[in-house]
């Protein structure tokens, strides 16, 4: 199984609201990573774990808050976001956090609309 | 910093007509990605790329890597418009957690 899911598919979101994003693997992986990606142009890091420790965060404004529970599981928390926050989140996971050395596996994403 | 360039950014092509998108990085790396990504999904692997000299092919999609210029094709032979899409290649840096992107090629066959 190579498959990663992401929930929900589509959300539209008020700025005021709160929401969450949720990414699961079950492939073993230990590291796991949220991207960002705009319309035409290529995904942008956010977060990445590796075992279920937070390793990087790319200066992401808090109203980002990723967490994630257990090995197969990651959560990306959304409260207070701005429209230009509209995007594909982007969910992967690799066997370890060595960098690009693991092929990343990337879900389908959650486009997101804050209106 | 790592920097990945991709060109063109934009190729509209004839079926049945042959092209390359090239790939240039600007650091050491033994490991480069392509991807495809249709409007509005998510990206899927085409190729993984571990060394100098590999080549892969898959349909009428070739990949290959030369670390030593740094630089990666992507050659397409006898396009059909089911490859029409938009194609990222990847580059892996060799300390780190990061994958690189670049600016992706928007491929358009016509008919």
């Known amino acids: 199984d190579t498959e990663v899911t992401q929930t929900p598919k589509h959300l539209v979101m008020g700025m005021t609201n709160k929401k969450s994003l949720k990414c699961e693997q079950h492939m073993g992986h230990r590291a796991m990573y949220w991207y960002k990606q705009k319309a035409k142009k290529p995904p942008e890091l956010m977060f990445v774990y590796s075992y279920e420790k937070l390793s990087i965060n790319e200066s992401v404004p808090s109203r980002f808050s990723p967490e994630c529970p257990n090995s197969s599981l990651l959560n990306l928390h959304l409260h207070a976001l701005q429209p230009e926050d509209s995007a594909l989140y982007l969910c992967?996971?690799?066997?370890?956090?060595?960098?690009?050395?693991?092929?990343?596996?990337f879900g389908p994403g959650t486009r997101l609309t804050v209106t | 910093e790592l920097k990945v360039e991709q060109n063109p950014l934009f190729l509209s092509m004839q079926e049945g007509k042959n092209y390359t998108i090239y790939c240039n990085y600007s650091?050491?790396?033994?490991?480069l990605y392509w991807y495809r990504q249709d409007p509005g999904k998510s990206l899927e692997s085409l190729f993984v790329l571990l060394s100098n000299g590999a080549v892969k092919q898959e349909g009428r999609l070739m990949a290959s890597l030369d670390t030593k210029a740094r630089l990666s094709t992507l050659h397409i032979t006898a396009a059909v418009h089911d490859l029409s899409a938009t194609y990222f290649c990847?580059?892996?840096?060799?300390?780190?957690?990061?994958?690189?992107f670049g600016e992706g090629t928007q491929l358009t066959v016509n008919p």
């Open positions: 990847a580059v892996a840096e060799t300390s780190g957690s990061r994958l690189t």
């Open positions: 992967a996971s690799s066997r370890t956090a060595t960098g690009g050395w693991d092929e990343q596996y």
């Open positions: 650091t050491t790396s033994d490991r």
